[in-house]
């Protein structure tokens, strides 16, 4: 069984869409996040929910709204997509959180390499 | 503002040479991770560093945490075509403690 699953694992639209990307994880942990990783390989956190409580929220443009239906689940909507999206987004989980740092390891998903043309 | 580097960026090495990455924060780390991501992967967790001074070791990996606990550093020895990846540290920086990412170093291991 995945731990942290993601879904699509390739997205590929145009400039003005919408797109969401889901994660799920079957680990039990507390606490979920978003990173983008751009071209350089580059790895920025986005957003941090603890218990569907949103901890972290970067300088993320807001068209960007993450959703936490339960803690298994972290899902991102991205509205209006630009060329500057294009990027990977991991979704990653940890077990519980002290002010947003999480305790011990992060376990990440494959990831959804998204492409905006 | 606060940032977590590394050195070298990328470092090519004929297999069984070793090979070092160095990671520096701008700020004193309560902890620091470390983590290795695969061409095409996702970063998998390799080992935290709480200690200032800390030397752990997985079999050819040697990580180590400096004194001041500002800086670490990841040695492979003789290394082999699986260590071929992207290895990253990280730790928490600035308001809520969040995960800052180092730059990476890309390693290529020639056979």
């Known amino acids: 069984d995945t731990a942290v699953s993601q879904t699509p694992k390739y997205l590929v639209t145009q400039m003005g869409n919408d797109k969401s990307i889901k994660c799920e994880q079957n680990l039990g942990h507390d606490t979920m996040y978003w990173y983008k990783q751009d071209s350089k390989k580059f790895l920025k956190i986005m957003f941090s929910?603890?218990?569907?409580?949103?901890?972290i929220n970067e300088t993320v443009p807001n068209r960007f709204s993450p959703k936490s239906p339960d803690k298994a689940h972290l899902n991102l909507h991205i509205n209006s997509l630009e060329l500057g999206d294009s990027a990977v987004y991991f979704c990653a989980s940890s077990q519980g959180s002290a002010g947003g740092q999480p305790k011990g390891e992060q376990y990440f998903g494959p990831g959804t390499r998204l492409t905006v043309t | 503002g606060q940032q977590v580097m590394q050195i070298p960026q990328y470092q090519h090495v004929q297999e069984g040479e070793d090979f070092t990455t160095y990671c520096n924060s701008s700020t004193t780390l309560s902890n620091i991770q470390w983590y290795k991501q695969r061409p095409g992967g996702h970063p998998v967790f390799l080992i935290q560093l709480v200690k200032s001074g800390e030397v752990k070791k997985q079999k050819r990996l040697t990580f180590q945490f400096g004194e001041a606990k500002k800086n670490s550093s990841l040695h492979i020895t003789a290394t082999q075509t699986t260590d071929v990846g992207t290895y990253f540290c990280a730790g928490p920086l600035g308001g809520y403690q969040k995960v800052t990412f180092g730059t990476g170093t890309k390693l290529q291991v020639i056979p």
């Open positions: 929910y603890n218990n569907k409580e949103l901890i």
